[in-house]
T-cell receptor, first 110, second 115 residues
Framework: KNQVEQSPQSLIILEGKNCTLQCNYTVSPFSNLRWYKQDTGRGPVSLTIMTFSENTKSNGRYTATLDADTKQSSLHITASQLSDSASYICVVVYNNDMRFGAGTRLTVKP | DGGITQSPKYLFRKEGQNVTLSCEQNLNHDAMYWYRQDPGQGLRLIYYSQIVNDFQKGDIAEGYSVSREKKESFPLTVTSAQKNPTAFYLC??????????????FGQGTRLTVV
């Protein structure tokens, strides 16, 4: 069973709309949680990193939240743009290892 | 520019042939990783290295081999023993082996196709 579950698997929204992506994890002990953006055919690029004590972090139009008690994280994208179309990957770091979610494929349409 | 570079971007392999994917970083990072990405699945760890001349198997090491003769380089060889090698391969590096706060940087990936 994958220790990092993301939902939805895919999402289509109109340009300018907001959306929220979910990440649930079971890995323990937890060091930090990261959200990456991956354009098709490219390597992932880091958006946010949150440690156990942080419950929200923003990077421009991207805001990540973390509830370490329920082991849930979300990535909220505000005022979406066509360039936001990509896969968004949740990564949980524990000990010296990283566990990856399968990603959410976001498509922003004009 | 500092960064992590993978080459080639696209690679085609014939049945029974070994191929080597290159990964170079000039970030002075100690740890380097190879992942395989298949559609609808999370990245899966093939091999990782925390220090020169040392490397460890990941979750799906069978059919792959690596070397770490230099800090900057971590090439991955896909051998003929890997029965389903068609995938997108990603290399990553990290400053240290500690988890907290140390960000991983990824290369742009190599798409390997068996023909």
């Amino acid at each position: 069973k994958n220790q990092v579950e993301q939902s939805p698997q895919s999402l289509i929204i109109l340009e300018g709309k907001n959306c929220t992506l979910q990440c649930n994890y079971t890995v323990s002990p937890f060091s930090n949680l990261r959200w990456y953006k991956q354009d098709t055919g490219r390597g992932p690029v880091s958006l946010t990193i949150m440690t156990f004590s942080e419950n929200t972090k923003s990077n421009g139009r991207y805001t990540a939240t973390l509830d370490a008690d329920t082991k849930q994280s979300s990535l909220h994208i505000t005022a979406s743009q066509l360039s936001d179309s990509a896969s968004y990957i949740c990564v949980v770091v524990y000990n010296n290892d990283m566990r990856f979610g399968a990603g959410t494929r976001l498509t922003v349409k004009p | 520019d500092g960064g992590i570079t993978q080459s080639p971007k696209y690679l085609f392999r014939k049945e029974g042939q070994n191929v080597t994917l290159s990964c170079e970083q000039n970030l002075n990072h100690d740890a380097m990783y190879w992942y395989r990405q298949d559609p609808g699945q999370g990245l899966r760890l093939i091999y990782y290295s925390q220090i020169v001349n040392d490397f460890q198997k990941g979750d799906i090491a069978e059919g792959y081999s690596v070397s770490r003769e230099k800090k900057e380089s971590f090439p991955l060889t896909v051998t003929s023993a890997q029965k389903n090698p068609t995938a997108f391969y990603l290399c990553a590096s990290k400053r240290g082996t500690g988890g907290a706060g140390t960000e991983a940087f990824f290369g742009q990936g190599t798409r390997l196709t068996v023909v």
